[in-house]
Nanobody
């Protein structure tokens, strides 16, 4: 059974950086591509970033491109989301997820088979 656990969230002032981590247990992370999503009470779950199973292929939403960096260390079974130049609009619960293998659906939550419980990120102005 695939289990994902996020960490690294917190409260931070706008303009600063935060790094989220996602660990996987049950199976090697090298078996999966993975993604980051975020959700606020006012919005549906929103795609943030995607990384392929080997860590080379990466996609970002337009709202975070150039500010966020996703990476994956398969030997450590961990994925990261480095978030720079944070703004209040980045506030939300951030989830990591393991993808079902079809890269065509990387931005669709239905393209993922297992989710973590989320970590809260709050950016104050």
């Amino acid at each position: 059974q695939v289990q994902l656990t996020e960490s690294g969230g917190g409260w931070i002032q706008a303009g600063n950086s935060l790094k989220l981590s996602c660990t996987i247990s049950g199976v090697p992370f090298s078996m999966y591509a993975a993604g980051w999503f975020r959700q606020t009470p006012r919005k549906e779950r929103e795609f943030v970033a995607f990384v392929g199973w080997a860590g080379g292929t990466k996609f970002y939403s337009d709202s975070v491109k150039g500010r966020f960096t996703v990476s994956k260390e398969n030997r450590k079974n961990i994925m990261y989301l480095q978030m720079d130049s944070l703004t209040p609009d980045d506030t939300g619960v951030y989830y990591c997820a393991a993808a079902n293998g079809n890269y065509n659906y990387y931005s669709d939550p239905d393209g993922y088979i297992s989710w973590g419980q989320g970590t809260q990120v709050t950016v104050s102005s």
